[in-house]
């Protein structure tokens, strides 16, 4: 997740970051986009029959991925064929430790 998915977030997310040229960002965008839905996609395949990455243990890996799926909402929303992954999100989102730290970060 973090050598693929989180870089790929990143650059889907601050196109400005990694191109000189403005003309770029929307080719960057939509670059990464397809590889966001392939990684996120592997991920998603892994949820169907799960409610955390490893069957129903809640792990250290779950917590990385939340935070990448925080930062990706808008893209998880558009992005109809991640359904597990959006489930999996608002699950963990809506549980009372979550969901306060969630109001804490709105500030």
Same mark, same amino acid.
């Given at each position: 997740?973090?050598?693929? #998915?989180?870089?790929? @977030? %990143? ?8 191109? +000189?040229?403005? &003309?770029?960002?929307?080719? !960057? ?12 996609? #592997?991920?998603?395949? @892994? %949820? ?8 129903? +243990?809640?792990? &250290?890996?779950?917590?990385? !991925? ?35 730290? !969630? ?5």
């Amino acid at each position: 997740m973090s050598a693929s #998915i989180h870089s790929d @977030l %990143l650059m889907y997310t601050y196109p400005e970051r990694h191109t +000189q040229s403005a &003309l770029m960002y929307d080719d !960057l965008i939509r670059s990464q986009q397809g590889r966001l839905e392939q990684g996120f996609g #592997i991920i998603d395949t @892994l %949820l169907a029959d799960n409610h955390y990455l490893f069957a129903n +243990q809640f792990t &250290l890996c779950d917590s990385y !991925l939340f935070m990448l799926c925080e930062r990706a909402k808008t893209f998880l929303e558009k992005t109809p064929s991640l359904k597990n992954l959006r489930r999996y999100y608002r699950q963990i989102a809506a549980t009372p430790a979550i969901s306060k730290a !969630l109001e804490m970060a709105e500030f």
